[in-house]
């Protein structure tokens, strides 16, 4: 898990939570900079989401585990409407500020570490673009396999992502060429997150079209059933069990 120096994520929740703001600032390994939403969003009430998150909500059945659960504000909304929710994350202090807001189940843990000891899950969240956890092709069709084992004969994955190639930016055109002479995917980014004088490790985060994801699907005993699309490449697909 990661230690204080390193959890810039949790320090900027726990930052906001107490009143003192926060931010979070993405680096790429090709030196590209770029400011995130910071840690407002991470916080947002339903009635402050965007459209497709709201529209989301509605396929959530059963008991859910929210993967990369930030400050929890997908997990405390679906708690509040007396569903069974498990968030998990990297960051110790984010599953501290998530406590603290109220969420009943929450843990410190990675993707990689999701296992049987879980329990058995009807709903997998990914949103916030939390797609990009399973951070190459190869590392998604092992979790997909172990998530098939965790979940019910109607598990189902709601997860979002970006579609890389829906960009005009110069600077993220370059690094599509650059990661495909790596021997990478295209949009597989390799990230570091600052916040004051807190750095995570580098760590690798998945974008993928539409077509690319149904191809990581195939063999995992997962498909896509239907695609929530938000402008600026941004969608959601509600993946279910063939």
Sequence with gaps: MLKSHQDAHGHAFMDFLRGKGGYEIVERDD???DIAGGPRLYFSEYKNWE???K???KYVRGKVLDIGCGAGRHALYLQNK???VMGIDISPLAIKV???RGLKKAKVLSITQVNSKLGKFDTILMLGNNFGLFANPKR???LLRKFYKITTDKGRIIAETRDPYKTDNP????????NIKRGRMPGQVRIRIRYKKYVTPWFDYLFVS????EEILKGTGWKPVKFIDRRTGLYIAIIEKQ
């Design 31 to 33: 030196g590209y900079f």
């Design 51 to 53: 459209k497709h998150e």
């Design 55 to 57: 529209m989301v909500m």
């Design 82 to 84: 007396g569903f069974d």
């Design 98 to 100: 998530c406590k603290l």
């Design 140 to 142: 998604a069709k092992w």
């Design 171 to 178: 600077d993220h055109i370059a690094y599509h060429k650059w």
């Design 210 to 213: 539409k077509e690319e994801m």
